[in-house]
């Protein structure tokens, strides 16, 4: 059918793509910094970096994204105690305030979920 074409198609693009430039990533512009040279000399030292010591790049790589996932909990973690500790003061509690909240759940919630889209 024409969907299988087209799939096809696609996945043969996206293999040509990867062939092409899968090697590239951050390294070749650390590399670029490190080395003065221009991008596509780094790119090309920086995918023979990563070929010669590439079982040492994934394990950091890992570990980095490990304490990437640790940082946004820690971040979201300390922003919604904070907001549930804030909404606690009597501002907030007495229904004649105009600062009153009705749910001080539902806001933290929502303050938790916007600094862990924002971390």
């Known amino acids: 059918?024409?969907?299988?074409?087209?799939s096809g198609g696609c996945h043969i693009m996206v293999g040509l793509l990867t062939n092409m430039f899968g090697g590239y990533s951050k390294l070749a512009y650390v590399e670029m910094v490190l080395s003065s040279a221009p991008f596509f000399k780094a790119a090309h030292e920086s995918i023979d970096f990563i070929s010669e010591a590439g079982g040492i790049v994934t394990?950091?790589?890992?570990?980095t994204?490990?304490?990437?996932?640790?940082?946004?909990?820690?971040?979201?973690g300390v922003c919604g105690i904070t907001?549930?500790?804030l909404?606690?003061?009597p501002c907030f509690?007495?229904?004649e305030n105009e600062w009153f909240i009705r749910n001080p759940w539902?806001?933290?919630?929502?303050?938790t979920g916007i600094s862990m889209s924002i971390a």
Request: net charge negative.
């Open 106 to 111: 539902e806001m933290t919630v929502l303050s």
């Open 83 to 85: 907001s549930f500790l």
């Open 87 to 89: 909404l606690q003061f």
């Open 1 to 6: 059918s024409i969907g299988h074409i087209i």
């Open 93 to 95: 509690q007495d229904p």
């Open 65 to 76: 994204a490990i304490y990437e996932m640790a940082g946004v909990l820690c971040i979201s």
């Open 59 to 63: 394990f950091l790589h890992g570990n």
